[in-house]
């Protein structure tokens, strides 16, 4: 059984940084492309950034700059870095794996809440 497990998520000032782990287990981490998503309240879920298992990395236009995502492989965990962090950034952030070879194969974690003061 696959799961993926976030943290790091908090409440931080504007212009702050978080970085947020999400841990898997239950997969070859190796062999899925891995990413993160964020949905605000009234909002649809809309993506971050995703990597994937080559490291290539891609970003949501307005977040280019601010967000870094990474992985290790050999801890089965993907990151995200997020730098001088806006109030628009409020949202529920959610990790997903996709295996690589058969994209139906797609897992979710639980979500973990970043909220960032004015």
């Known amino acids: 059984q696959v799961q993926l497990v976030e943290s790091g998520g908090g409440l931080v000032q504007a212009g702050g940084s978080l970085r947020l782990s999400c841990a898997a287990s239950?997969?070859?981490?190796?062999?899925?492309?891995m990413g993160w998503y964020r949905q605000a309240p009234g909002n649809q879920r809309e993506l971050v950034a995703n990597?994937?298992?080559?490291?290539?990395?891609n970003y949501a236009d307005s977040l280019k700059g601010r967000f870094t995502i990474s992985r290790d492989n050999a801890k089965n965990t993907v990151y995200l870095q997020m730098n001088s962090l806006k109030p628009e950034d409020t949202a529920v952030y959610y990790c997903?794996?996709?295996?690589?070879?058969?994209?139906?194969?797609?897992?979710w974690g639980q979500g973990t809440q970043v909220t960032v003061s004015s």
């Open positions: 990597i994937t298992t080559k490291g290539s990395t």
């Open positions: 997903q794996a996709r295996s690589a070879y058969n994209p139906a194969y797609e897992y």
């Open positions: 239950g997969t070859i981490f190796s062999l899925n492309n």
